[in-house]
């Protein structure tokens, strides 16, 4: 009998100590081990730590991670934050196409064997996943406009084709779209349940790719919507310019920043031996090696943990990876230094910026009209645009990245509407160049429509320089 008591005395010790070490833990006061890196020794072979806090200097692997954007729990967002006494009255979605496979290939290295068919025992996972294969199943008689009903509407490949969506590019816009479902349609009531085909307005390019990318944000937003209320717009233009492509200036300042490059290239005397080090693994002339842009190809070997390819010369390896993406990075603040390309964004993003305000206009005056606008596109639409906003220190798109215009009315003086710009969720209204000083000059808690409405219509031929007060003349002047 009294062995029997010690023996459950020295069990509830025992229980009483792993509580407490357990409590310890959770408090942080006592320290936890953990594998390098903060990676547990069961995980992949070439897994890259995860980005928690961003490092204090440029450091190439964390650019690369933030890049690829690999789905993992529902980010912390801003959008649909205002005021009590706002309400949301129309959204503006852009977006980049999600992950995607290369489009290049380094020359005589075998394709990275990356499955481009959706299954459900495969990570990333998604619960709508399933029911996202399903639904596009039966949307083969949906109406797109030309050449949009040609395209499949997910990809499903065994071996990923050029450029195609992969299931990790599906992942990020299911999450993106619930994620949007959650605050614009659940909290605001944006769309009311019997929505109507007007209310939304839809438009993609002619990519597969962005296509897809569009079609899983909109299963994500409205979940088993129905086809017939459903037309995507074709877009031949990756700066969705419609009628108002042809911009002989920003032309010019397009060959004037891919002189910019192509001089700090020629500078950058570590990249240039990297290039000439890959160039002998693979026995292809260097200057070859770098028209196939590789670094495309390495990033998909990156992102999906992937070895970069070998030769019987050795191997291409994180280094030369380093390498290249640190001059990436060094590119993108000698471009805002040098402004040429402000130039060009300022006048290929207006076309789509003027669009986007004289939706806001017509919402603002009570039309329910395209209410929830989505563009599908790519990295080189969104980057000219936040350019043109001033959003000098926001990043380079990643996959799946997305820039949010929000419309709000003010419920106690109903004539005053008000925007909000976010970009990947994080609020940059007060960071762009018509609102960066609006504290200073307002007791309004919010950016107006009409600072946007005066930037696109004036102030961004201002910045230009040029004399010019609209696109047309802007587009055409004489000179550099």
């Given at each position: ?405 929000e419309l709000w009315q003010d419920r106690e003086q109903p004539r ?65």
């Amino acid at each position: 009998m009294l062995f029997r008591n010690r023996f459950l005395l020295l069990l509830a010790l025992a229980a009483l100590l792993a509580f407490l070490s357990l409590s310890l833990q959770f408090f942080h006061l006592i320290p936890v081990s953990v594998a390098k890196n903060g990676v547990s020794s069961k995980s992949r072979k070439r897994i890259m730590p995860d980005p928690v806090t961003e490092p204090p200097g440029t450091d190439p692997v964390y650019e690369a991670l933030l890049y690829c954007n690999i789905p993992s729990v529902a980010e912390r967002s801003m959008e649909g934050h205002a005021p009590h006494h706002f309400k949301l009255v129309s959204v503006h979605v852009f977006i980049r196409h999600g992950d995607r496979y290369p489009l290049y290939v380094i020359p005589k290295t075998k394709r990275p064997e990356i499955d481009c068919t959706l299954v459900a025992n495969r990570k990333p996972y998604h619960p709508k996943l399933e029911a996202f294969v399903s639904h596009m199943s039966k949307g083969s008689g949906a109406s797109f406009e030309s050449p949009l009903h040609s395209l499949p509407l997910f990809p499903n490949h065994p071996l990923c084709e050029m450029g195609e969506l992969t299931q990790t590019g599906v992942v990020q816009h299911l999450q993106n779209g619930q994620q949007l479902r959650d605050i614009y349609l659940k909290k605001h009531k944006l769309l009311p349940s019997d929505w109507s085909p007007d209310q939304l307005y839809l438009e993609t390019t002619g990519k597969s790719r962005t296509l897809q990318s569009g079609l899983a944000l909109l299963y994500g937003f409205l979940p088993d919507f129905d086809w017939k209320k459903i037309y995507f717009r074709h877009q031949p233009s990756a700066l969705f310019c419609s009628g108002n492509c042809y911009c002989p200036m920003r032309n010019q300042y397009l060959e004037k920043e891919q002189r910019r490059q192509y001089l700090l290239r020629l500078k950058n005397s570590q990249l240039e031996r990297t290039y000439g080090d890959m160039a002998k693994i693979v026995d292809v002339p260097t200057k070859q090696l770098r028209a196939a842009n590789p670094i495309d190809s390495m990033l998909c070997h990156f992102c999906h943990n992937v070895s970069f390819p070998c030769t019987r010369n050795g191997c291409i390896d994180m280094e030369h990876f380093k390498a290249i993406k640190t001059h990436q990075i060094e590119d993108e603040r000698d471009r805002r230094e040098k402004k040429l390309y402000l130039g060009y964004s300022l006048l290929g993003a207006h076309p789509i910026l003027n669009q986007t305000i004289s939706r806001m206009q017509r919402a603002a005056e009570g039309r329910k009209e395209e209410i929830f606008a989505l563009y599908s596109a790519h990295d080189v639409t969104l980057s000219p645009v936040l350019s043109a906003l001033g959003l000098t220190e926001a990043k380079f798109p990643r996959f799946a990245a997305r820039l949010i215009f929000e419309l709000w009315q003010d419920r106690e003086q109903p004539r005053e509407h008000s925007v909000r710009i976010l970009y990947n969720g994080v609020d940059v209204t007060f960071h762009t160049s018509f609102c960066q000083d609006h504290h200073k000059r307002s007791p309004r808690p919010m950016c107006p429509l009409e600072n946007l409405v005066h930037f696109v219509r004036r102030d961004m031929f201002v910045a230009l320089g040029s004399g010019s007060t609209n696109y047309y003349d802007a587009c055409h002047r004489e000179g550099f």
